[in-house]
DNA sequence: TTCCCCCTTGAAATCGTTTTTATCCGCCGC
DNA sequence: GCGGCGGATAAAAACGATTTCAAGGGGGAA
């Protein structure tokens, strides 16, 4: 641990200087009662020596900390399923989004919802960042209302359900989820699954609302019993598929979450001797680009997921610096990258053969 | 930003148990100077009250940061393709290995090698962390040289080739890629493919020793123009695996470096009507548990890299309290999940057909 | 010329800790 | 009985910044 040469403080460009470390100070924020020739002077000098104030003092002094917190949600470690979501990416985005500003990013693992109530608690509590940043909204969001209670500044991905005024990103999986499901009924499926995460999610609720408005546009009844609820993994989707595909009435379209469902969807489907591409179809989200290479390539809604970190990144910022939360929020729709196997391309089970 | 009901500092337990600041600090680290009797009755008085030391002032007095910052390495964002890392099961285990202690992870986002040196010289001279974590360790790694030589606490994920010592932790990459060529040489395959990353990592390297020592155990020559460097994205597991299968005298094995480069190569065979499984095989490093359900299922050797994690921080909490970075390394050898497609399970391509 | 005001800069307090040094007190030894 | 010693606690300085308030100087007005 050598203590490496002393960087200089702020005492030591008042040496250099010859200026007090108080006007130093107020050079350095820009104060409008400092001359812009000693500005210009002590930040000539500050450059020179290599000056950057110390986020220890500063943070001391007024008891911000130039941290952001980050929520991270890792999958309980009971035999670990992958889960298709990138978070990397979206740390990515968050980081570039913070770039600029003296604020880092500070990452809070969080296992489930509960403990990300805790943990925010010991962030707003403990001070251990100026705000915060999560997701994996749920419908009613145990969070998202004790923040908004402590004032404290945060940016969510995701929306809940409650009438709370709170600055997001969110991608709108309403219209995903009706686009998506009125494109299998235009290729002529009516027997559609809906492979859902965990139905407390707000944007699961989302999903739901947008598959059953496309049976409803179509004038058709909406098939309830193909609506799966689990997680975002692999195992998930296949399990969800072989059950939906052994249907006595099967699923032949299926609407999954995310690519790791949906790989797990063609694994089962697979399994079960179905070809997919010729008697079923499969749709996702897309948070990484896989899907591309999956057999056969799955036509999905492309998420920007680092764009909508940067995004929340840059809201935090501006929600620190005292903007209005409803002025920061933000609704994307996902862009359809169309492959195949979302089309019938031959026959349907129930036309019976020619 | 509701100011919460400041929170209480040492200043208030002191007015509350009548013992000075001093007494207080010194009782609440547990100095020897202090009475039992004292100690706990300040403890006692401190949980009542819900009393946290400040990390501010903490920070500011001992100079540290009870930061440990992580390097995450991030693809560059031209056409986002899919690396197969899930960096954060990486931090999922640096968080647990960093719990009970004061210490919180910061996490710096860094696009390339180059930009990893600035960062970490940023994180050294700005105090900015406390200690480092790092992956992606290249055979020279200048990163490693500078903390070094700065007597800077760190820990990789990974080994250089160079003659330092410091705290470590890896996976046999030698042994992983000389126990899958291995398999597939007895598995009857002569034309195996190494599909590896950017040379200039040091794993990279490690891989190309083991498949070359697997031929040399088995008195074959070591098909030298089948080893492909690229990087760990799907799409050039592809390009290599349609380059190296269009060859006059194609590939049949390939022991691709992870799970993305896997499916990409299973894309590419599958693009030119080659059926894994039958006429090739794929092997592959598995980070994620998604190679069960690829089409076919991939052998893979299983990283537990939430584990590695865990190590990273444990090993690095370990450096902090001032052990010898020579006992604080470790090499994991990965476990072989024997799926299929790694057998030629009918004829040999140039036995001809029967 | 003198007084006042404003403009610029400086001194000092402050944030919450740790650490060094000082003080107080009782007890032991001579 | 007195001096010194050591054990327990307290006082004060320090870390590096920001911010409040005071001070100094110059210029304009009377």
Redesign the interface.
């Known amino acids: 641990?050598?203590d490496?040469p002393t960087?200089p403080t702020i005492k030591t460009l008042s040496e250099v200087t010859g200026f007090s470390i108080a006007t130093i100070s107020k050079a350095l924020n820009d104060s409008p009662v400092v001359t812009q020739a000693t500005k210009a002077a002590i930040r000539q000098a500050a450059g020179q020596i290599g000056y950057?104030a110390?986020?220890?003092?500063m943070?001391?002094r007024t008891g911000r900390?130039y941290?952001v917190a980050?929520l991270?949600p890792?999958a309980a470690?009971s035999g670990?399923?992958?889960d298709g979501?990138?978070?990397?990416?979206i740390?990515?985005g968050i980081?570039?989004g913070l770039e600029g500003s003296p604020y880092?990013?500070?990452?809070?693992?969080v296992r489930d919802a509960g403990e990300g109530l805790a943990t925010a608690r010991q962030v707003?509590?403990?001070?251990?960042a100026d705000g915060l940043i999560f997701s994996g909204i749920q419908a009613q969001d145990p969070r998202v209302e004790y923040l908004c209670a402590?004032?404290?500044?945060f940016v969510t991905l995701g929306r809940c359900r409650q009438d709370l005024t709170y600055a997001h990103v969110d991608v709108d999986s309403d219209w995903a989820a009706w686009a998506a499901t009125a494109r299998l009924i235009a290729g002529g499926h009516r027997r559609i699954a809906l492979i859902n995460p965990d139905p407390r999610l707000s944007y699961a609720l989302d999903r739901i609302d947008g598959f059953t408005r496309a049976f409803a546009d179509a004038g058709l009844p909406v098939p309830q019993d193909l609506i799966m609820a689990g997680d975002l993994s692999?195992r998930f989707g296949?399990q969800a598929a072989i059950t939906l595909a052994r249907l006595p009435d099967p699923a032949t379209g299926f609407v999954c979450v995310n690519e790791?469902t949906a790989?797990?969807a063609?694994?089962g489907l697979?399994d079960l001797g179905v070809d997919v591409g010729r008697t079923a179809s499969v749709i996702a989200y897309d948070d990484?680009?896989?899907s591309?290479?999956?057999?056969p390539p799955l036509t999905t809604f492309y998420l920007p997921i680092?764009d909508l970190g940067r995004q929340l990144g840059g809201f935090l910022l501006r929600r620190l610096a005292g903007e209005d939360p409803a002025t920061l929020q933000q609704l994307t729709r996902p862009d359809l990258v169309a492959r195949q196997s979302d089309r019938l391309e031959r026959v349907l089970p129930w036309e019976g053969n020619t």
């Open positions: 641990m050598a490496h960087r950057a110390s986020l220890r003092g943070s001391l900390t941290q980050v991270m890792v470690p670990f399923e992958w979501v990138d978070y990397a990416q740390l990515s980081a570039a880092r990013m500070s990452v809070q693992v707003v509590e403990g001070h251990l402590a004032g404290f500044p692999t296949k790791s790989l797990g063609l694994a697979r990484i680009n896989a591309a290479y999956f057999a680092e």
